[in-house]
């Protein structure tokens, strides 16, 4: 087939997949907040002949194999969602401004819960945090809430910090630059485990607290954002003390699939991993 032809078909998919995104997407409830479910077409980093692709294939009479070729965003320059929501997208390649900082922060009771330092967090993690924590206390688990939502000029210093205890090459696999961490967002928490001296290292996954986490965070909309094994896509280190705030829908499918949220997300978002 002439390399035109060739062109011509992966263009004539391209807008096709185009026109079905934008006829199906309901936008409405996308910038309301609420987003609407997602299918689940890749579970690993693997964007190539998307289902998507198989549907155009068969009307422009190609087989299923060919084109093998990445139709996902390359560039995610320009944000799909504000910072307010829930699902926004903030790792190593998506940055928050410098100045956001959540309007609707509320600050956990420390005569009620087990905290090292003022702990605040947006309406919609906090209501569902409380419960959490509710039975995580009827369960006598030793935990402490060490970091809530932080600041830009916080997570600089939390950043220093680590370029100073393991140098700048390798800090950015534990804390993450200013404007790239999700405390930043306000639905983030680190739960530590009195087992493990309420340290941040990886055995906090193998203590009370830890598998309890790991086990029940999704049932009240929170995920593990860098869980064992996905180093590679999170670009983040195992942290089984940090769970993100995304709600009891998305909790419970990145949970029932094994997916990292880096992978739920840039599926939902179709962005190049």
């Not at 965003?73 to 910072?83: I, K, T």
């Not at 998506?94 to 600050?107: I, R």
Request: glycine share 6%.
């Amino acid at each position: 087939m002439p390399h035109s032809n060739i062109l011509r078909n992966i263009l004539v998919i391209a807008l096709i997949n185009l026109s079905l995104v934008v006829a199906i997407f309901d936008f409405d409830k996308f910038f309301a907040g609420t987003a609407p479910s997602p299918q689940l077409i890749h579970t690993k980093a693997v964007y190539t002949n998307t289902k998507a692709d198989q549907g155009s294939n068969q009307i422009l009479g190609l087989t299923d194999s060919f084109p093998t070729y990445e139709f996902c965003n390359l560039v995610f320059e320009n944000r799909l969602v504000s910072p307010d929501s829930i699902l926004e997208v903030v790792d190593k390649e998506n940055m928050l401004p410098a100045d956001y900082m959540p309007s609707d922060l509320h600050t956990l009771d420390a005569s009620k819960y087990n905290v090292t330092r003022t702990i605040q967090l947006r309406e919609s993690a906090y209501n569902s945090l409380i419960p959490m924590l509710n039975d995580m206390n009827a369960a006598n688990l030793e935990y402490a809430i060490t970091s809530g939502y932080r600041s830009y000029t916080t997570q600089q210093y939390a950043f220093n910090y680590w370029a100073r205890y393991v140098g700048l090459a390798e800090a950015g696999g534990f804390a993450a630059s200013p404007g790239y961490s999700e405390h930043q967002l306000g639905t983030t928490v680190d739960i530590m485990s009195a087992e493990n001296n309420f340290k941040a290292t990886s055995y906090m996954g193998q203590t009370q607290v830890g598998i309890w986490l790991k086990d029940n965070a999704y049932k009240y909309g929170f995920v593990q954002s860098y869980p064992e094994g996905k180093t590679e896509i999170t670009g983040y280190n195992y942290e089984p003390w940090h769970y993100r705030y995304v709600g009891k829908y998305v909790a419970g499918q990145i949970h029932e699939n094994g997916l990292s949220l880096t992978e739920y997300l840039y599926d939902f978002y179709n962005i190049c991993l």
